[in-house]
């Protein structure tokens, strides 16, 4: 009928099964004695010790949070309307790690200053510090004639759709080495060669756990007066490395003149920072 069963015989011993989405599929994924680049033994593997293997030690003292302020520096981001995105990037980061410290957590923040950090700094600082979470602030843009509004959340994973992509496409043209056409499509090159490794088995363990993160955000954002456009998928590279549910928050769109007149009010930035705090706490408590 409806239904199909495999069984799969292997002397490896199974780490673990992971169902994934767009497209569907399930990863199972096996050890083999000696690490993942040993060559295949031939006798047969070691019978597994009685003694209880001994769990990771768990971390100790307040959970920590890294929050990126994106671009920076050299880099603005998104210019219009009067203002540049790493300028409001860096007072919501400011706030939001002002608020989750008062609430007992450990908020890092990558930047806090205006300073040019690569993609790749800002999660290897995440994961110098084993954060619990990674919160990457950003706001959006739309070219001429396109028009939108409100908070897009997204996790790393394959594209939802081709708006999601052609943001992602954009956020990652901060690889570029310079600032001509070439880098641009070399930037793009490696966008979308990302998609071609979205398989590395790290990465999607932690989908599950970043869009339970992304719907508790969006949840507190709601609640708080927020106009949360929708939780969504692509290929950023800021999350790529991060070792830990991670998320990157488009805030509203400076192409929107009234919208990038609220996400330049330090009262709409204290909403924001609020509502998001509240979904950053709401989760970590209950994982």
């Known amino acids: 009928g409806d239904r199909i069963e ?3 015989s292997s002397s490896l011993p199974l780490k673990e099964i992971i169902p994934l989405t767009g497209p569907p599929r399930i990863v199972i994924d096996f050890l083999r004695p000696g690490g993942a680049g040993a060559a295949p033994q031939k006798s047969p593997p070691p019978k597994p010790s009685s003694a209880p293997a001994k769990a990771p030690p768990r971390k100790t003292g307040p959970k920590i949070v890294a929050v990126d302020a994106g671009h920076g520096g050299k880099d603005p981001g998104a210019v219009a309307n009067g203002f540049k995105e790493k300028d409001i990037n860096l007072a919501v980061a400011l706030l939001l790690a002002q608020n989750l410290n008062k609430q007992g957590f450990d908020a890092r923040l990558t930047r806090d200053k205006d300073v040019y950090l690569t993609l790749q700094q800002r999660t290897d600082l995440a994961n110098k510090w084993n954060a619990d979470v990674f919160v990457s602030i950003h ?7 396109r028009h939108a509004t409100g908070m897009e959340i997204y996790l790393m994973a394959l594209p ?3 708006d999601a992509m052609e943001l992602a496409l954009i ?3 901060e690889l ?7 880098s641009a499509k070399a930037a793009d ?3 979308r060669m990302l998609l071609s490794i979205l398989g590395d088995m790290q990465q999607n363990a932690k989908i599950n756990d970043s869009t339970d993160f992304a719907e508790y955000l969006f949840k507190e954002g709601s609640k708080g007066g927020i106009k949360m456009r929708r939780v969504a998928q692509a290929p ?5 490395g991060a070792a830990m549910p991670a998320v990157l928050i488009e805030t509203g769109f400076l192409t929107e003149k009234k919208e990038a007149a609220m996400l330049g009010s330090k009262n709409y930035q204290s909403t924001m920072a609020s509502s ?3 979904g950053i706490a709401q989760y970590l408590d209950g994982n």
Not at 139 to 145: D, E, F, I, Q, S
Request: overall charge positive.
């Open 6 to 8: 495999l069984e799969l």
């Open 139 to 145: 706001v959006n843009a739309l070219p001429p004639g």
């Open 160 to 162: 939802t759709d081709k």
């Open 171 to 173: 956020e990652n043209r």
């Open 176 to 182: 570029a080495e310079g600032n001509g056409a070439e």
């Open 189 to 191: 090159k490696k966008t």
């Open 236 to 240: 950023f590279f800021v999350l790529r």
């Open 276 to 278: 998001l705090a509240r």
